[in-house]
């Protein structure tokens, strides 16, 4: 830094920040953006009309509550309207969670790799990341139990995990939770859980109500196709969602974002007719991927996994040259999201011509 800059906090100076999936390069013939776990289909005519209509009244400040919103969302799952907090994104209220809880000296775990956001948010709320390595492509729960001290603060739990695809069993959950002190809050990140077919995952929901120090984060972005807007929610007891409304920025989720959810949430048996197909189109995807010869792990995700190691760039690029855009995540490999059939079709060809498969 030059002395004549302003001075920054020095956590940023090592800082990367979340970089998003790219969208395709300008290729010749059709391109597919499969790098951000977006849904494929373009919004349901009755969300749409709804979000129109909201534009009437973007000169008035939104509901600063949300309550119309957080009202539809515990009616849907059966919970009390308190055990609910909304956010900018579930990103967002990670953001608010971690605002909660982070100061030097506390400590966050997580599974490593997972949601990149997750180091990300901690460095920015002055906590210390404890990255827990995946054990065969899974959260390594016994190891993540014995990283508990008494400075953990947080945990995240993805599941499924993002970027594997793999998700958490009950019964090691269960034992798992067993272990976390009372004091110390543990996150299940379920922004994929419309996906999830394997009965052994449990929905986190069942594992919250007696549980005062599990939360549960969900989000509109992926099954609900609507990550241009930006709305995410925690179910958790009463004392975590006070403190994440206390740290949530004011006005965070805006007025058309809380109607379109709601009318998402109106829509919804439409809105999981797609997430079925997708279901379909991935258990195919893989199977033909094993066919061809690649390692992928099981996934109840929307998305794919290949753990390409040091091709990951490589494989990648491959991709984007016949107009498919994938993440590469390195140095430990690429996830490629599940789309609609005519998309999947161009990653199975990309990865077909690709000679080096693992
Ligand atoms: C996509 C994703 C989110 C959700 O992001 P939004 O901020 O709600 O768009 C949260 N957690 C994980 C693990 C994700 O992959």
């Known amino acids: 830094m030059s002395a004549n800059s302003p001075r920054f906090r020095a956590v940023l100076d090592q800082f990367v920040g979340y970089t998003p999936g790219k969208a395709p390069t300008a290729a010749a013939g059709p391109s597919f953006k499969l790098s951000s776990n977006e849904s494929p289909y373009d919004p349901l005519p009755s969300v749409r009309a709804v979000i129109a209509s909201a534009a009437d009244h973007v000169n008035r400040y939104p509901d600063n509550t949300a309550a119309e919103l957080i009202d539809a969302i515990a009616a849907r799952l059966g919970v009390p ?42 460095d920015l709320a002055n906590a210390t990341s404890v990255p827990v390595p995946l054990r065969e492509y899974r959260h390594d729960l016994p190891a993540m139990a014995a990283a508990i001290t008494g400075k953990t603060r947080l945990i995240f739990l993805c599941t499924p995990n993002n ?117 379909k189109e991935r258990d195919r995807l893989r199977h033909e991927l094993l066919g061809q010869g690649w390692t992928v792990p099981p996934t109840e995700a929307n998305f794919v996994w290949l753990p390409l190691a040091d091709r990951s760039t490589e494989f990648t690029q491959h991709c984007d040259a016949v107009g498919v855009s994938v993440r590469p995540y390195l140095p430990d490999g690429v996830r490629a999201t599940v789309a609609d059939r005519e998309a999947n079709d161009a990653f199975l060809a990309a990865a077909a011509s690709y000679p080096h498969r693992v």
């Not at 209220?93 to 990300?120: D, K, T």
């Not at 004392?239 to 004011?250: D, E, F, G, H, I």
């Open 81 to 122: 309207a308190a055990h609910v907090a909304v956010g900018c994104g579930s990103v967002g209220i990670a953001q608010q969670v971690l605002e909660a809880v982070g100061e030097p000296g506390a400590e966050v775990i997580y599974a490593w790799r997972s949601f990149e956001a997750y180091p990300y948010l901690t």
């Open 163 to 279: 970027p594997t695809g793999t998700a958490l069993e009950r019964d090691e959950l269960t034992a798992f939770l067993d272990q976390v002190p009372p004091d110390c809050l543990v996150v299940l990140d379920e922004a994929y859980v419309q996906y999830v077919r394997d009965p052994r995952v449990p929905d986190g929901l069942t594992l919250y109500a007696s549980r005062p120090n599990v939360a549960v984060l969900r989000t509109f972005s992926k099954a609900y196709g609507l990550a241009g807007l930006r709305v995410g929610y925690l179910v958790g007891h009463e004392p975590v969602t006070a403190a994440v409304r206390k740290t949530m920025l004011p006005f965070t989720v805006n007025s058309i974002a809380q109607a379109a959810a709601v009318a998402s949430l109106a829509a919804e048996a439409e809105l999981l007719e797609r997430v079925e197909l997708v279901v």
